[in-house]
């Protein structure tokens, strides 16, 4: 007899823990397909270290096949379910159509970047959410500082030595940490830069790191602070233009360097669903299945999953979540089918880990505070086990870049007409045509 299908769409956190976990529990009684547009996963916590090139890229990359053992990867982008008949529809990479039948569908797809509607953004930020934009940062900030070194006009340098980054949590506040160490480093290789490279960080809440324990936002916020890096709370952009940003406090800030790290925001995917959202997450239960369809789960930033630690309350859109709840989804699964017993989700958070660049950390596992080389202990050991694969790579890039002078070259990603950014007004500065 040919076997149920399951289909799980996305490989994100929880898809990809949700296939992991299927193919160990339930190979023998169910087909897996994990459909994704690439071919691998990404360990999207150490971006801000590929920006500040700290990590090869390719570290992050965690290849679908060969690491899913029983697993079917199909490269697509799903565009639509049928609910009713049952089929996932999608569009392979080079744009043709394709189709999968499910038994059981695991809706994994996550989130995306969330944008807010201020002037300019949509066109002259960068946004940080996948490797390709931390590869285009990398490339921006290597190449601002080489063209800063090269003019002599004061103006000019300063703008392309500023350097702005919108939202202060775990991303920002990382992107802006380990972003100065880089861009001093970059500087001590250039002498004729004649300033010193600036960072800001601004976010609209009264701290940095608003979303964690207090002691951790003042542990980065320290951090910051020697650093140098000019940190505005109660303050964002409110119009973003070709040569800078204007600030909601009125200040205007020449810069060529927008970084939007606002937050993210469920994939449209879920909206076009047709099911009950919650802040554009599908609604499911405590056992993360979708109401009126039994066969149908959702897991991770594309679920409003009941926090039953907090009741009333839904899961918080973390790495720590997603990747649990992909692994009880699995179980769920294999209980539909006979192997085991289902279970609610129910998770106590043991804690967050925040890399600051350097030396530097915050941590607070199982609620103990750390800052320095302990909690970089920490956070650097809880990535390494988090990570489903190139553990041994990238431990050997920490311990290349405590070592050796960090590589600062562009790697070709950016078009020569793409920065400075393209604007047809006449006011724009020269060096900004």
């Given at each position: 007899?040919?076997?149920?299908?399951?289909?799980?769409?996305?490989?994100?956190?929880?898809?990809?823990?949700?296939?992991?976990?299927?193919?160990?529990?339930?190979?023998?009684?169910?087909?897996?397909?994990?459909?994704?547009?690439?071919?691998?996963?990404?360990?999207?916590?150490?971006?801000?270290?590929?920006?500040?090139?700290?990590?090869?890229?390719?570290?992050?990359?965690?290849?679908?096949?060969?690491?899913?053992?029983?697993?079917?990867?199909?490269?697509?982008?799903?565009?639509?379910?049928?609910?009713?008949?049952?089929?996932?529809?999608?569009?392979?990479?080079e744009?043709?159509?394709?189709?999968?039948?499910?038994?059981?569908?695991?809706?994994?797809?996550?989130?995306?970047?969330?944008?807010?509607?201020?002037?300019?953004?949509?066109?002259?930020?960068?946004?940080?959410?996948?490797l390709?934009?931390?590869?285009?940062?990398?490339?921006?900030?290597?190449?601002?500082?080489?063209l800063?070194?090269?003019?002599?006009?004061?103006?000019?340098?300063?703008?392309?030595?500023?350097?702005?980054?919108?939202?202060?949590?775990?991303?920002?506040?990382?992107?802006?940490?380990?972003?100065?160490?880089?861009?001093?480093?970059?500087?001590?290789?250039?002498?004729?830069?004649?300033?010193?490279?600036?960072?800001?960080?601004?976010?609209?809440?009264p701290?940095?790191?608003?979303?964690?324990?207090?002691?951790?936002?003042?542990?980065?916020?320290?951090?910051?602070?020697?650093?140098?890096?000019?940190?505005?709370?109660?303050?964002?952009?409110?119009?973003?233009?070709?040569?800078?940003?204007?600030?909601?406090?009125?200040e205007?800030?020449?810069?060529?360097?927008?970084?939007?790290?606002?937050?993210?925001?469920?994939?449209p995917f879920?909206?076009?669903?047709?099911?009950?959202?919650?802040?554009?997450?599908?609604?499911?239960?405590?056992?993360?299945?979708?109401?009126?369809?039994?066969?149908?789960?959702?897991?991770?930033?594309?679920?409003?999953?009941?926090?039953?630690?907090?009741?009333?309350?839904?899961?918080?859109?973390?790495?720590?979540?997603?990747?649990?709840?992909?692994?009880l989804?699995?179980?769920?699964?294999?209980?539909?089918?006979?192997?085991?017993?289902?279970?609610?989700?129910?998770?106590?958070d043991?804690?967050?880990?925040?890399?600051?660049?350097?030396?530097?950390?915050?941590?607070?596992?199982?609620?103990?505070?750390?800052?320095?080389?302990?909690?970089?202990?920490?956070?650097?050991?809880?990535?390494l086990?988090?990570?489903?694969?190139?553990?041994?790579r990238?431990?050997?890039?920490?311990?290349?870049?405590?070592?050796?002078?960090?590589?600062?070259?562009?790697?070709?990603l950016?078009?020569?007409?793409?920065?400075?950014?393209?604007?047809?007004?006449?006011e724009?500065?020269?060096?900004?045509?």
């Amino acid at each position: 007899m040919t076997k149920p299908r399951v289909v799980i769409v996305g490989a994100g956190f929880a898809g990809y823990h949700a296939a992991k976990t299927l193919a160990r529990v339930a190979r023998d009684r169910a087909e897996i397909v994990l459909l994704n547009p690439t071919d691998y996963f990404l360990y999207l916590p150490l971006l801000p270290e590929v920006a500040a090139g700290v990590l090869e890229p390719s570290r992050l990359s965690v290849p679908l096949t060969g690491t899913l053992d029983g697993v079917r990867v199909v490269i697509g982008e799903a565009d639509r379910v049928d609910l009713h008949n049952r089929w996932v529809h999608y569009t392979q990479p080079e744009g043709d159509p394709g189709q999968l039948a499910y038994d059981r569908l695991v809706l994994a797809v996550g989130s995306v970047n969330k944008l807010l509607p201020i002037p300019g953004v949509t066109e002259y930020a960068h946004g940080f959410r996948g490797l390709p934009e931390a590869l285009y940062l990398h490339d921006h900030i290597v190449r601002q500082i080489e063209l800063a070194q090269l003019t002599r006009d004061p103006a000019e340098q300063s703008a392309r030595s500023t350097f702005v980054v919108v939202g202060a949590g775990y991303t920002g506040t990382e992107v802006a940490a380990h972003g100065q160490l880089f861009t001093d480093a970059l500087a001590a290789q250039h002498p004729h830069l004649d300033i010193r490279p600036r960072w800001m960080l601004l976010d609209v809440a009264p701290r940095v790191l608003p979303e964690l324990d207090q002691r951790m936002s003042r542990t980065a916020q320290r951090v910051l602070d020697r650093r140098g890096v000019d940190v505005r709370m109660g303050t964002s952009v409110a119009e973003a233009t070709p040569d800078g940003v204007r600030l909601t406090d009125g200040e205007y800030v020449p810069t060529c360097t927008l970084v939007w790290c606002v937050g993210v925001r469920p994939d449209p995917f879920v909206a076009e669903l047709g099911l009950r959202t919650e802040k554009g997450r599908l609604v499911v239960d405590e056992y993360l299945n979708v109401p009126g369809f039994p066969e149908v789960y959702a897991c991770g930033d594309a679920a409003a999953v009941p926090d039953l630690t907090r009741p009333g309350q839904v899961c918080t859109m973390t790495a720590q979540h997603a990747q649990r709840q992909g692994r009880l989804v699995a179980h769920n699964v294999a209980a539909s089918y006979g192997q085991g017993r289902r279970r609610p989700y129910r998770h106590h958070d043991l804690g967050f880990v925040v890399d600051l660049g350097g030396r530097d950390a915050a941590a607070n596992p199982l609620k103990v505070s750390l800052s320095g080389l302990p909690a970089k202990a920490v956070t650097r050991g809880y990535h390494l086990l988090a990570m489903p694969g190139n553990r041994a790579r990238v431990g050997a890039d920490w311990m290349l870049d405590a070592t050796l002078p960090r590589p600062a070259v562009q790697l070709g990603l950016i078009p020569a007409n793409a920065v400075p950014l393209e604007s047809t007004s006449p006011e724009v500065p020269a060096y900004r045509r």
